[in-house]
């Protein structure tokens, strides 16, 4: 079973992203983590700093990277 952890290392391979890239796309999202915190998550799952993903940081992952490849949402016009 896939977790949240092996998720993001897919996406961030698949996407050819580094931890800068992977920042920024949270940020799109109004999310903040630090470089050491992220490195954290895609350590290997027997190392002492291991810290499994929670569902919130794929879930705003995901929408920041949907940001990060089609662009802003554009604003409605009333």
């Given at each position: 079973m896939l977790t949240n952890n092996d998720i993001l290392k897919k996406l961030r391979v698949a996407h050819k992203l580094r931890d800068d890239d992977i920042i920024k796309i949270l940020k799109k999202v109004d999310f903040e983590i630090s470089k050491g915190a992220l490195g954290d998550m895609f350590r290997n799952e027997d190392h002492p700093?291991?810290?499994e993903a929670g569902d919130q940081i794929l879930r705003n992952f995901l929408n920041g990277l949907i940001i990060h490849?089609?662009?802003?949402?554009p604003k409605k016009s009333t």
């Open positions: 700093s291991f810290v490849l089609r662009g802003e949402r």
